[in-house]
């Protein structure tokens, strides 16, 4: 039995791991395809507009496992944008 090799655009999901922000987007909101189809969309790119870091707590599914972990990693990069999302919305 042959084995198929893995296709290049494996994309078919991506989900936002970031806080929720009341009426904008939701923690744990799954999005069908790419990361950038999904950024593309008429409500996140509103959401993206007013709070920029959303754009990068938006992960594809293949990465969405280590992303949980580093986003709860003080000092990596997204546990950064989360901060900096955290803060903003208590300004606002």
């Known amino acids: 039995m042959a084995v198929k090799a ?32 999904a950024i593309k969309s008429d409500a996140v790119r509103s959401a993206v507009e007013r709070y920029p870091e959303i754009a990068d707590l938006i992960v594809s599914g293949e990465v969405l496992a280590e992303a949980r972990i580093k986003i709860n990693t003080p000092g990596s990069l997204l546990a950064q944008r989360r901060r900096a999302l955290t803060v903003k919305m208590k300004e606002d």
């Open 6 to 37: 893995k296709d290049k655009n494996t994309d078919t999901f991506c989900a936002y791991i970031g806080p929720s922000v009341r009426g904008v987007i939701q923690h744990g909101t799954i999005f069908e395809g790419s990361k950038r189809e």
